[in-house]
């Protein structure tokens, strides 16, 4: 379902010649995945210039860093990992701002909302079918819909959508049966 992205086979030549110190591969790979990773860290972040932030903060960090990152198995994977950690970062900056006086130690929980529009169903199915698709994902909780938003939109492997939310693999597939189970019950009345 991803629009736009090129093959992984380019991905993977992009970020080789990344490690070779070209930087046209780092633009190779910046227009391959923009488009999917602001969709992404706008949903995070709620905010589009911090996302684009957070963006470009991740492609200077990879190229900053290229030597010690060496080879990855999957480059839309990584810079969706480096991606979602720069976005937990200024999360959790954003909240110690605002609790200076307060020590506290949380795990800041993303929550991924979904819109109508977001919603992408077969051409012969009302606006009112859509309100009712999104009405239901957006009653699912976040990290069910951030494992559908990272499946469905950003057209990642359930191996892949594990690493960036940083949990294990059954944990992806169990989120994933979960809001399924959960959608088809709600949908089907």
Same mark, same amino acid.
């Given at each position: 379902?991803?629009?736009?992205?090129?093959?992984?086979?380019?991905?993977?030549?992009?970020?080789?010649?990344?490690?070779?110190?070209?930087?046209?591969?780092?633009?190779?790979?910046?227009?391959?995945?923009?488009?999917?990773?602001?969709?992404?860290?706008?949903?995070?972040? /709620?905010? $589009?210039?911090?996302?684009?932030?957070?963006?470009? =903060?991740?492609? *200077?960090? +990879?190229?900053?860093? &290229?030597? %010690?990152?060496?080879?990855?198995?999957?480059?839309?994977?990584?810079?969706?990992?480096?991606?979602?950690?720069?976005?937990?970062?200024?999360?959790?900056?954003?909240?110690?701002?605002?609790?200076?006086?307060?020590?506290?130690?949380? /795990?800041? $929980?993303?929550?991924?909302?979904?819109?109508?529009? =977001?919603?992408? *169903?077969? +051409?012969?199915?009302? &606006?009112? %079918?859509?309100?009712?698709?999104?009405?239901?994902?957006?009653?699912?909780?976040?990290?069910?819909?951030?494992?559908?938003?990272?499946?469905?939109?950003?057209?990642?492997?359930?191996?892949?959508?594990?690493?960036?939310?940083?949990?294990?693999?059954?944990?992806?597939?169990?989120?994933?049966?979960?809001?399924?189970?959960?959608?088809?019950?709600?949908?089907?009345?």
């Amino acid at each position: 379902m991803t629009t736009g992205a090129m093959p992984s086979p380019d991905l993977q030549n992009a970020w080789d010649r990344v490690l070779a110190g070209h930087a046209d591969g780092l633009r190779q790979i910046h227009e391959a995945l923009y488009a999917s990773m602001i969709d992404y860290a706008c949903r995070l972040l /709620q905010d $589009e210039m911090l996302a684009e932030d957070a963006i470009q =903060d991740v492609f *200077v960090k +990879a190229w900053q860093l &290229r030597a %010690q990152i060496g080879e990855v198995q999957s480059v839309r994977a990584y810079f969706f990992i480096m991606l979602r950690r720069h976005v937990l970062n200024v999360l959790r900056s954003r909240q110690s701002r605002r609790r200076q006086q307060q020590q506290w130690q949380q /795990q800041v $929980e993303l929550d991924p909302v979904f819109s109508a529009e =977001d919603i992408r *169903v077969q +051409a012969e199915h009302t &606006r009112q %079918q859509q309100q009712k698709i999104a009405t239901a994902v957006n009653e699912l909780p976040a990290r069910q819909r951030e494992v559908i938003w990272l499946k469905y939109y950003a057209g990642m492997e359930y191996q892949q959508i594990a690493a960036v939310m940083e949990i294990n693999y059954q944990s992806v597939v169990n989120l994933a049966f979960k809001a399924t189970q959960y959608l088809r019950k709600r949908l089907s009345g």
